[in-house]
């Protein structure tokens, strides 16, 4: 199982930045195999994690054409900064 | 690159889980060579991921004594429910 970890630097959050945030989502979940999606923000602070069966999925939903548009506003309206990180999960524990 | 997924469902957090909170991530990073820490809260969720050198690192970091009853209080006290993830990171990139 392979996740991406995206934490961000919120700049300014915006109406259209909800809708995109929620279509991201249900594109990731219906057309793309992602099978879980956290996300939390606190204060101008964001992390999301995306959880994925395989890195080609990874791959397909980072050149998904609305998401393209979706990286670019990210870049340039809603947030100063962000890092993303492709990782694989070793091993899980639940309490 | 290794890091912990830490991802909880808040019960009730009170001043001791604050004090709490601080103790491990100034133990985690000053003695058990934790290089990063980034934590969010938001409703009743929590999302908390910590970069180790190795898996090593976080074993080590599982086992200290203060860490175990913090984590007793938390399965206790402060969380509904958590999960752990032990993940490798495998490529990151940044904007």
Chains 1, 2 share one sequence.
Not at 24 to 36: H, I, K, S
């Amino acid at each position: 199982m392979y996740a991406v970890i995206f934490k961000a630097e919120i700049a300014k959050l915006d109406d259209e930045y909800s809708a995109t945030a929620a279509r991201m989502q249900e594109l990731a979940l219906n057309q793309y195999g992602c099978f879980e999606f956290s996300a939390c923000c606190e204060g101008n602070q964001e992390i999301a994690i995306s959880y994925w069966p395989s890195q080609d999925h990874i791959k397909r939903w980072r050149q998904d054409p609305e998401h393209l548009l979706a990286q670019k506003s990210g870049q340039g309206k809603w947030y100063h900064s962000y890092t993303v990180q492709v990782v694989e999960v070793l091993r899980e524990y639940s309490h």
